[in-house]
């Protein structure tokens, strides 16, 4: 029957259904494999079909390196990061240390970098990949340049779609330490990925305006944990940057269109802002949160209308919890997602001013959580698909 219908219906059925279903409906022929796999049509999809249909956790295990998404409010594993040779590290492998986050995610892609740090904490060597957890496929980027490098090296990170080029992008801001001090910047470079050429560019030597500057590290063993969520809106990544003394913050951008900085206006009352998310559309600031007994207190700055300074407006956020720490994770309708001390989640509501439990089963002791959107977008050139098991395909191998 499907076979006699024109092909616009045909299109026009396929784009109301889910992705797990049109996952599955790519192998019933080689003209749906087409269609489905197609760019127009995964655009088509991503524009028409609903973020909160498609929204879902994304779950890092801090110490077993392993991934889960949430299905029927239920962990899952997805896989596990790929393990290293001593040929891809050159030297003992048991010598170093591997850290690994979550740099953003962007239309159901997911970035990830692998860190390697000398036993000085010195910066070895990154591993950036792209992830799509809905199709199970990881691709590993080429090296932006030659990372191994005596000096003290620090680098930013930010991930995001360009929707004039429709290219997905990546800009790493490469810090290098005075050797001397530790603590003064020697020198800069900023390095743009794009999926589409499958190639890093180096911008200009002379930035026009401000690049985020992160914390100074004085002594290597006390390595900070810098802030690692980039919200993206108005197509451009956001990065929230304080001083060293966390007396002042700045809001800085990469316009992944243009590939120019600019600074942001801040809201009207000083604070100490420590998330950086994006709350009904909206760029949006948390403080640190003040906790009793009884509840935990923090402002919340939401930008109204983008980059103008008067249209920050403060909301004040009370949980019911005795926590010393929550952090923001994601907006969806009227609710906030927060993640407390790595491990619980509560969902709070802004306008009746309640909580709830999300009721997800199995998370890990100690995780952070982040929402990526169901998608069909197909990685250019992939030959990988990661399994559950954690085994590599053979485009990891060969790297």
């Known amino acids: 029957?499907?076979?006699?219908?024109?092909?616009?219906?045909?299109?026009?059925?396929?784009?109301?259904?889910?992705?797990?279903?049109l996952l599955r409906f790519r192998c019933v022929s080689q003209d749906w494999q087409c269609l489905?796999?197609?760019?127009?049509?995964?655009t088509l999809y991503q524009n028409r079909n609903s973020r909160k249909e498609n929204l879902s956790l994304f779950i890092t295990d801090y110490y077993t390196k392993t991934f889960y998404t949430v299905e029927d409010n239920s962990c899952c594993k997805l896989f596990d990061m790929p393990a290293f040779t001593s040929t891809q590290l050159n030297g003992d492998i048991r010598s170093l240390c591997i850290r690994n986050r979550v740099v953003g995610s962007c239309n159901g892609l997911l970035c990830l970098i692998s860190s390697v740090f000398r036993p000085s904490n010195i910066l070895y060597r990154e591993f950036i990949y792209l992830f799509n957890p809905t199709i199970r496929k990881l691709k590993k980027l080429p090296h932006s340049c030659r990372c191994i490098c005596l000096n003290y090296l620090e680098t930013r990170l930010g991930f995001g779609f360009d929707p004039i080029s429709k290219d997905y992008k990546v800009v790493k801001i490469v810090y290098s330490y005075d050797n001397r001090t530790k603590s003064r910047i020697d020198h800069k470079d900023v390095w743009v990925y794009s999926l589409n050429s499958d190639h890093w560019r180096k911008l200009g030597d002379h930035i026009p305006v401000p690049i985020p500057i992160p914390i100074p590290i004085l002594i290597p063993s006390q390595r900070l944990e810098l802030p690692s969520r980039t919200p993206i809106v108005n197509a451009a990544i956001h990065w929230l940057v304080s001083s060293w003394d966390k007396s002042s913050y700045s809001i800085f951008s990469f316009d992944l269109?243009?590939?120019?900085?600019?600074?942001?206006?801040?809201?009207?009352e000083n604070g100490r802002f420590e998330d950086i998310v994006v709350v009904g559309g909206c760029l949006s600031v948390f403080s640190r949160g003040r906790h009793s007994i009884s509840y935990y207190l923090m402002e919340m700055w939401v930008m109204k209308e983008y980059g103008v300074k008067e249209s920050w407006t403060k909301?004040?956020?009370?949980?019911n919890s005795d926590a010393c720490l929550y952090k923001p994770v994601e907006s969806w309708d009227d609710e906030i997602l927060f993640q407390h001390e790595q491990k619980n989640l509560v969902l709070y509501n802004i306008k009746s001013k309640t909580e709830r439990d999300p009721g997800i089963h199995g998370l890990p002791a100690h995780c952070k959580a982040l929402t990526h959107t169901k998608s069909l977008a197909m990685l250019k050139g992939l030959r990988t698909s990661m399994q559950g098991d954690g085994r590599k395909g053979k485009e990891e191998e060969e790297q």
């Open 36 to 42: 489905i796999s197609d760019s127009s049509f995964i």
């Open 257 to 268: 269109v243009h590939e120019v900085f600019n600074e942001l206006p801040q809201p009207p």
């Open 315 to 319: 909301q004040i956020i009370v949980l």
């Open 1 to 21: 029957m499907m076979k006699n219908l024109p092909e616009d219906i045909m299109k026009e059925i396929l784009l109301r259904l889910p992705v797990k279903s």
